[in-house]
Antibody, heavy 123, light 108 residues
Framework: QVQLVESGGGVVQPGTSLRLSCVAS????????MHWVRQAPGKGPEWLAYMWYDGSKEYYTDSVKGRFTISRDNSKNTLYLQMNSLRAEDTAVYFC????????????????WGQGTMVTVSS | SYELTQPPSVSVSPGQTARITCSAD??????AYWYQQKPGQAPVLVIY???ERPSGIPVRFSASSSGTTVTLTISGVQAEDEADYYC???????????FGGGTKLTVL
C-alpha cells in the first residue's frame, strides 16, 4: 500500500526548532520529487518546500526561506523538514506529499499525502 | 508569486450541478489542479492538468479552463461530495506552487 507517514510534530515555544519526518512505504521515495505543505487551523493548504527526487535542487516559499530546510535520505525512504526559529504563525498541520507522475511526465500536482502532523508554536 | 481566488462557499441540492471557479491574478502559468478535502483528512486530487481525472475519481467530477479562470464541475452532486475544494497551480518552471483559498461545498 502506497503511503506517507509524518511524525515529529508537537507543542514548542517560539524561537525553538523542530524536525519533521515523512516515511514512505509501498513505493521508492528516490523516484519522486517531494513536497511539504502545511495547513493552519481553518485555512487552506500552503505549499512550503520541494526537493527533487535526487536531492539536487530545493525550493521554498518566501515565508519559510532561511528558516526551514527540506532534506531526504532515499536509502531510508524518508523526507525531512528542519524548522528553525519557529513562530506562532507556523502553527499548522504539516503534510508531506508526492509528485504526481503521469507516464514519464512529472506534473505539478500532489497525488499521495500523509495524514499530517500537528505543530503548535506557543509560549 | 501569484494568487488563486475561489468563492468561499457554494451550496447545491443533491442531484444538482455544482460549479466552483478559480481565478488567477495573472496569465495562466502551469495547469490547474483540484483537490477535495473532508474534515480531518488530507486533500485528495480530483482533477489534474486542467481537465483530466485521476483513476478512481468518479466521472461526475469534471473541469474546464478559459483564460485565467478554471472551473470544477460536479454533476449530480451527492451528499458525500460535501467537502472543501481547493484549486492549485504552479509557476511554469516548477519552482513555486500555490493553492487557492478554498471553497466549501454544502449539499443542502
Amino acid at each position: 500500500q502506497v503511503q506517507l507517514v509524518e511524525s515529529g510534530g508537537g507543542v514548542v515555544q517560539p524561537g525553538t526548532s523542530l524536525r519533521l519526518s515523512c516515511v514512505a512505504s509501498g513505493f521508492t521515495l528516490g523516484g519522486y520529487g517531494m513536497h511539504w505543505v502545511r495547513q493552519a487551523p481553518g485555512k487552506g493548504p500552503e505549499w512550503l518546500a520541494y526537493m527533487w527526487y535526487d536531492g539536487s535542487k530545493e525550493y521554498y516559499t518566501d515565508s519559510v526561506k532561511g528558516r526551514f530546510t527540506i532534506s531526504r535520505d532515499n536509502s531510508k525512504n524518508t523526507l525531512y523538514l528542519q524548522m528553525n526559529s519557529l513562530r506562532a504563525e507556523d502553527t499548522a498541520v504539516y503534510f508531506c506529499a508526492r509528485d504526481f507522475i503521469v507516464g514519464d511526465i512529472v506534473t505539478n500536482a500532489f497525488d499521495i499525502w500523509g495524514q499530517g502532523t500537528m505543530v503548535t508554536v506557543s509560549s | 508569486s501569484y494568487e488563486l481566488t475561489q468563492p468561499p462557499s457554494v451550496s447545491v441540492s443533491p442531484g444538482q450541478t455544482a460549479r466552483i471557479t478559480c481565478s488567477a491574478d495573472a496569465l495562466p502559468k502551469d495547469y490547474a489542479y483540484w483537490y477535495q478535502q473532508k474534515p480531518g483528512q488530507a486533500p485528495v486530487l480530483v482533477i489534474y492538468k486542467d481537465t483530466e481525472r485521476p483513476s478512481g475519481i468518479p466521472v461526475r467530477f469534471s473541469a474546464s479552463s478559459s483564460g485565467t479562470t478554471v472551473t470544477l464541475t460536479i454533476s449530480g452532486v451527492q451528499a458525500e461530495d460535501e467537502a472543501d475544494y481547493y484549486c492549485q497551480s504552479a509557476d511554469s518552471s516548477g519552482t513555486y506552487w500555490v493553492f487557492g483559498g478554498g471553497t466549501k461545498l454544502t449539499v443542502l
